[in-house]
């Protein structure tokens, strides 16, 4: 069973957003920056993604 998200549906604060802009540019990998900012992955890829911020792809 996928985890619990006990801010479902939050909109994104600006301390978030910049928090994802320095984790994706330390390279960190999408797992990585969705726990950090206790998110899940769905939605720290479709912000970055709304951000235009390029998220490592770790093999």
């Given at each position: 069973m996928a985890e619990k998200f006990a801010r479902h549906r939050q909109p994104w604060t600006p301390e978030e957003t910049g928090k994802l802009r320095t984790l994706a540019a330390k390279g960190m990998g999408l797992k990585?920056?969705?726990k950090a900012l206790t998110r899940?992955?769905?939605s720290t890829q479709a912000q970055a993604k709304q951000?235009?911020?390029g998220i490592?792809?770790?093999r």
């Open positions: 990585a920056i969705a899940s992955e769905e951000l235009k911020i490592a792809k770790l």
